[in-house]
């Protein structure tokens, strides 16, 4: 037993040499014994012998079977499972129960491989999943310090939804507690990793970032296989911006399983977005998509990660489309963003049917008194379509839109933006300066409206505005405009090289501030391009040439200054159908709107290019004539297309100087100057055919051609302008109209608001003549109630006066008669909401009849119910006619009621 004790020892120090050593001995010189066959394929079973550690346990029990008990069956189970005998270890572990009904590890394994078997998709998986759970409570109801049981129903709870105070939630609470308690359960490492794994995870889903990275990196340091761990703490650093130590983690977690397409993934995106590794990042999306092909969350990745460059913008609409389909077929909903990114590489690429068809999939109606504005989402689609409409030419469309958005969102400074931008290529630089200073009060300091700002005034050659303004934007060091920053400030010093003092100053500066961006970008292709002009400008042509040509190469041939700028270096070195192709290629992108303008309008940018194009043609026509070559074409051809663009660029000259000094131009002007060259071409046609008639006509017939060349071409340019002008003042009534149907709308509203206004006064009115003519009628019947009274009080005493009557009855009751002609007494019934009472006659028999004393009375009272401190509706209750008081006739509820004078003389007979 010495050698047993000291073989257990050693195996629970994790010696598992040692422990072999004693065990080995003991099964020498003992036999085989069941401690040390049982120890001995413990020691198997850590060594990963599991085959080994199968046989010894299956020796135990077939030498043993009753004193091995139910734990032997637990370890004969395990080892099975291990050698992926899924059957065998089942039914190992159900013996082990049914010798011990409370073995905790037999229900753990038997409640494990139940789950692991578990079919989604049947109708038994509810009851069966509730079986193996209940199995799972009962052992850790039966050993509340087995760490492996807890560390399950930890995961189990972690996904399942539990009704807690009247909602349906997830108990991250009992997460954290069984997780906890797992952890301080046990001593193996292993194990507490899954623990902290478990405890991370509730954390990450909380939001509770800095807690989980610290308990994921806890986790990884305790088991550095448990690749879970790992993947979430590499989300977590991707959440804190740590983008190389999460690609590191990424790169170990694909160490231990090559096959995990989460990782593959979400590595190939991170290399992307660093743009240090963006083929092997691309690969890396590509492998996760072959081993997942009908995933479309990795197809997403991949086109999220070929949108990050202008180039792959064709590839990244397709991979979208690809992943829009699948989700299609397998019944997911595609969310908004999808469409959204759809319409936008389509627009980008110039696919703009399908983008309008994506757009309108999304059923957005853009209108201004449309309650979808009221959507972000909505506003950014319709953003994305008044750019659409933009591009497509259409601007009174995205004015409009533009417009709707603002009204329902007037902090929406983009739109704002845009129309400054639209207004200056128009030429309405007033009216961008106008939507740029609305911008400007709306987000003061925002870079991008700074920017646009300084744009114009570079378009205006305010230069020291324009420098400023970029000079403001450098000091906020914001990295993402910090580079555009110093590139128009490297433009400014390069517009300004015709300063003959401070031309190698300027140079020098540019130079320096297109260097800075390249020291922090390398890839910067502007930085390059602008380089690349100086370079050009100290005349070494040959590197410039190399420096545009990399440009060119490295941006797929997308920034369209450098085919001018080649254009420039060719024609320096006298290679003119180079040179020309150059021209020509750049002058196409401006005219389709392909190439970007900022510092000037397209329409001046075609003017400089025409001029280009006129002087390298008269430049070839001077080098043929001067090398007198024989072989070469005839210079005249030449010659005459120079004057074909100069006389384009003058007429298109013309039309600029009209719209950047805000002269209005017409349809009916431009129609004029072309009727008057139509005109004129009849006329000079006709002196040319006279002349080759004949006749004598003092013009030489060549300037009579060239001129009618140069008048077909000027009549061709005119019918442009002249569309162009229909088509402006087309828009321009479309737009007064619309201003002229809401000012209508406006007017029709503020009738409408007159009127109601009106009425409501009429009908207050009508309420205060009604309550006046009603107190009045009150006043005249209490009027009428005093006059009563006299009559009354006048009756009396003459009745007083009068003899007593002859005939009475018995109790010294007057005759009916007598009561019949008495009349009523009024003030009783003017003052008091009471009918039939006798304490109102007595009271009047106290009072007394007097004249004075009833005027007097009834005025108080009729002063306080007409001035007194009540409101209308409460005088209007207290000024009600008592029922003594109507006007023509007598009170009837007063027949019944004897005078008081009357009765008082009977009495007085009586006695």
Excluded at 50 to 63: F, G, S, T, V
Excluded at 178 to 186: I, M
Excluded at 476 to 498: C, H, Q, R, T, W
């Amino acid at each position: 037993m010495t050698w047993m004790g000291r073989g257990m020892l050693n195996l629970s120090a994790n010696r598992l040499e040692q422990a072999r050593f004693f065990f080995d001995t003991t099964l020498k010189e003992c036999g085989k014994v069941l401690p040390a066959l049982l120890g001995l394929a413990a020691v198997c079973y850590l060594e990963n012998n599991y085959e080994a550690a199968q046989n010894m346990y299956a020796e135990a029990i077939r030498l043993y079977p009753s004193k091995s008990g139910a734990s032997t069956r637990v370890g004969f189970g395990l080892a099975c499972y291990r050698l992926g005998q899924v059957d065998r270890a089942k039914a190992a572990f159900a013996r082990a129960l049914d010798i011990d009904a409370e073995n905790v590890e037999g229900m753990v394994g038997a409640a494990v491989l139940d789950m692991m078997n578990l079919d989604e998709t049947s109708s038994h998986f509810n009851s069966q999943m509730e079986k193996a759970i209940k199995m799972m409570s009962m052992a850790n109801l039966l050993d509340h310090s087995n760490a492996m049981v807890q560390n399950h129903l930890a995961n189990h709870y972690f996904w399942k939804w539990t009704p807690i105070a009247g909602t349906i939630q997830k108990d991250y609470d009992r997460v954290i507690a069984l997780a906890k308690g797992a952890y301080n359960s046990t001593s193996v490492q292993e194990i507490q990793a899954e623990s902290l794994f478990f405890l991370a995870r509730v954390y990450h889903v909380r939001g509770m970032m800095d807690d989980a990275g610290k308990v994921y990196d806890r986790s990884c340091k305790l088991n550095p296989n448990l690749t879970p761990a790992r993947f979430g703490l590499a989300q977590v650093l991707i959440y804190q911006e740590q983008y190389d130590q999460a690609a590191a983690h990424l790169q170990l977690v694909l160490g231990t399983s090559s096959t995990a397409t989460d990782a593959l993934a979400t590595l190939g995106l991170l290399e992307v977005k660093t743009e240090r590794k963006s083929q092997e990042g691309l690969a890396h999306l590509r492998k996760a998509i072959d081993l997942d092909p009908l995933n479309p969350e990795l197809i997403l990745l991949e086109a999220l990660a070929l949108q990050q460059h202008e180039s792959n913008f064709a590839k990244a609409l397709e991979r979208y489309n690809k992943a829009a389909e699948l989700m299609k077929r397998q019944g997911i909903r595609i969310p908004f963003e999808i469409y959204t990114n759809i319409g936008v590489l389509s627009h980008e690429t110039r696919k703009f049917d399908e983008n309008s068809k994506k757009k309108s999939d999304l059923s957005v109606f853009v209108k201004r008194e449309n309650s979808r504005m009221d959507d972000p989402h909505a506003i950014s689609i319709a953003f994305n379509l008044a750019r659409l409409h933009e591009t497509s030419g259409r601007n009174l469309a995205a004015i409009e839109l533009h417009k709707a958005i603002l009204k329902r969102n007037p902090a929406y400074v983009n739109s704002y933006l845009r129309l400054a931008c639209i207004a200056i290529d128009c030429g309405a630089l007033n009216e961008c300066a106008g939507w740029l200073k609305i911008a400007a009060e709306t987000a003061p300091g925002n870079p991008e409206v700074l920017t646009l700002i300084g744009n114009l005034h570079l378009s205006l050659c305010d230069w020291a505005p324009a420098q400023n303004i970029f000079d403001g934007l450098l000091g906020k060091k914001i990295p993402n405009v910090e580079a555009y920053a110093l590139l128009s400030m490297g433009n400014v010093y390069f517009a300004n090289l015709d300063i003959p003092s401070r031309y190698a100053k300027h140079l020098g500066y540019a130079g320096d501030f297109y260097k800075r961006i390249l020291t922090k970008d390398n890839a910067n292709a502007y930085a390059a391009n602008g380089l690349g002009t100086v370079i050009a400008e100290k005349a070494e042509l040959f590197k410039a040439k190399e420096v545009f040509n990399r440009v060119r190469e490295v941006t797929g041939d997308t920034i369209s200054d450098t085919h001018l700028n080649l254009a420039h270096i060719y024609l320096a070195q006298k290679k003119h159908p180079e040179a020309l192709q150059m021209y020509q290629s750049y002058l196409k992108r401006t005219e389709d709107g392909t190439s970007p303008i900022t510092s000037k309008s397209r329409l001046d940018d075609k003017v400089d290019v025409l001029h280009y194009i006129a002087f390298a043609y008269f430049d070839w026509a001077r080098q043929t004539e001067l090398f007198n070559n024989a072989k070469a074409a005839p210079a005249d051809d030449r010659y005459k297309k120079a004057m074909e663009h100069i006389e384009l660029a003058l007429a298109a000259n013309c039309v600029l100087q009209k719209l950047t000094r805000n002269i209005r131009r017409t349809a009916q002007e431009v129609e004029e100057a072309l009727n008057g060259l139509q005109h004129s071409l009849e006329t000079v046609d006709t002196i040319l055919k006279s002349k080759n008639e004949g006749g004598k006509v003092l013009i030489s017939t060549s300037i009579l051609n060239d001129f009618i060349t140069h008048c077909k071409s000027n009549i061709e340019s005119a019918k442009s302008h002249l569309e162009d002008e229909r088509k402006r003042e087309e828009e321009a009534s479309e737009i007064r109209e619309l201003q002229r149907m809401a000012a209508e709308s406006n007017r029709e509203e503020q009738k409408l608001q007159h009127e109601l206004k009106k009425q409501d006064e009429a009908k207050k009115q009508e309420k205060q003549d009604q309550r006046a003519r009603e107190k009045m009628r009150k006043v005249e019947d209490l009027q009428s109630g005093w006059e009563q009274e006299q009559a009354k009080a006048a009756a009396e005493k003459r009745t007083k006066k009068a003899p007593p009557p002859s005939e009475m009855i018995e109790n010294n009751v007057p005759l009916e008669e007598d009561q019949e002609e008495a009349p009523p007494d009024a003030t009783a019934g003017l003052f008091d909401d009471s009918d039939d009472s006798d304490e109102d006659v007595d009271e009047a028999k106290k009072t007394g009849v007097n004249d004075d004393e009833d005027k007097e009375i009834a005025a108080n009272t009729t002063h306080q119910d007409l001035f007194g401190d009540s409101s209308d509706e409460d005088s209007d209750e207290e000024l009600k006619p008592s029922s003594g008081t109507k006007r023509g006739g007598d009170d009837k509820e007063g027949d019944d009621e004897q005078p008081p004078t009357k009765k008082s003389k009977t009495e007085e007979d009586s006695e």
